[in-house]
């Protein structure tokens, strides 16, 4: 039996890690995974990769074997006031980073690609009218985070296709059953990299 520590980086997307740890549990035979959450609402991948070597470095052991997930991005995709938040290029350069500063640490390393919206309830939230969403940069900046992975011989999951608009509560955030769909997802990429564990995982 492997004991891995399975460390989620994030925003509030993450809100899901519950749910998988309760699956992983619950199917999980042959391993035992130790769930450990990192998410904070709110955050771009910039805020991730300004505090992911602290973070990392408090909980990471070269005893245990680790996997790395990585789920940040739609909050990079806001404009606020007509203007972007985080540009193409500055997320482009912070998943690099991420990766860079996650092989550190381990090779296995998995990112969740962003999760849709819906246009039509989360264009312009009534709490804050400044800050608005777009499906089609949403896209756009899926499709690079999938090419970096790529290049990088990096994991990924594509999100965007498995969720519909009905797995979000908000038109934004995951639901109950758009949860489940991730997790899912996510519970066989863990259990195919499991089985490769052991030999890749390497410290500083």
Known sequence: ?????????????????????????????DNYYNVLNFEMWGDTTLDVKNRFDDECKMIYSKAKDSIIIFSVGVNDTQNINGEE???????????ISLINNAKKYTNNILFIGLTKVDESEIEFYPWNKDKCYSDSKIILFDFVLKEICLENNVDYINAYDLLESKDLFDGLHL??????????????????????????????
């Open 175 to 204: 639901n109950g059953n758009g949860q489940h769909k991730v997790c899912n997802k996510i519970k066989s990429k863990i259990k195919n990299i499991s089985n490769m564990i052991g030999s890749e995982s390497c410290g500083e």
């Open 1 to 29: 039996m492997k004991d891995i520590n399975i460390l989620v980086f994030g925003d509030e997307i993450v809100d899901y890690i519950y749910v998988l740890s309760l699956i992983l549990e619950h199917d999980s035979n």
């Open 85 to 95: 938040k985080i540009s193409l290029e500055a997320f482009e350069n912070n998943i």
